[in-house]
Each structure stands twice: as C-alpha cells, then as structure tokens.
C-alpha cells in the first residue's frame, strides 16, 4: 500500500558529498517521523537521523555536524544531505517512514529497498 523509494546512493571520495532522497507514495494519510538507517557489511543496522513531521531532528553523534536531515511534507519525501564523507560512513543507506494510513487506524513503519553508499580513502 505504501511504497518509498531512495535515490542519491554512489561512490565519492573521501570528503566528499552526496544527497539521498526517498519519496513516499501510496495511501498516506500523512506521515509522522521519518529517518535514514545504515547497515555496513558485519554491522546491524543503526540509526544516522531522524525528523518529525513538525521538523525536530536527531542525528547520531557519529554524524552531527556533517549529516542534514530535511523533508517536504507536501511531497511526502526526506532527505540526507551528507558532507564531509568517511570511509566509515559507507553502507546501505535505508529510509524510513512512520505512515498513518487511508485506510487503517494507526500507524505502520516502512522501509525504502536501500542505496548504497562507498565512501573511498
């Protein structure tokens, strides 16, 4: 019923930058939070930032200051404008949303498929 789909993924040098987006469609009633996790191989997967759908953010402490969490609640999408890249920062980038559905009560968590982020030495 609801689908997100992330762009933005790819390879960049070491202090470099990228920005992913992920865009929500289907029957969205509206949507509460949303954020971006990361999963590197060997790892579990953690969260990187998240935004309510009044714009209050959270960030790991690994990537504040250098990570920007926005989101267009008009176009249902959020994104992650990422600077001063790390080699530690490569993984599978996942989105995530907080959906309050057309036609449930309540709310239901999806995920975005993933973009994969290689952050080069």
């Known amino acids: 019923q609801v689908l997100l789909v992330e762009s933005g993924g790819g390879l960049v040098q070491a202090g470099g930058s990228l920005r992913l987006s992920c865009a929500a469609s289907g029957s969205i009633r509206s949507i509460n939070a949303m954020g971006w996790y990361r999963q590197a191989p060997g790892n579990q997967r953690e969260l990187v930032a998240t935004i309510t759908s009044g714009g209050s953010t959270n960030y790991a402490d690994s990537v504040k200051g250098r990570f920007t969490i926005s989101r267009d609640n008009t176009k249902n999408t959020v994104y992650l404008q990422m600077n001063s890249l790390k080699p530690e920062d490569t993984a599978v980038y996942y989105c995530?949303?907080?959906?309050?559905?057309?036609?449930?009560?309540?709310?239901?968590?999806?995920w975005g498929q993933g973009t994969q982020v290689t952050v080069s030495s």
């Open positions: 995530n949303a907080e959906v309050v559905l057309v036609v449930l009560p309540g709310t239901l968590d999806y």
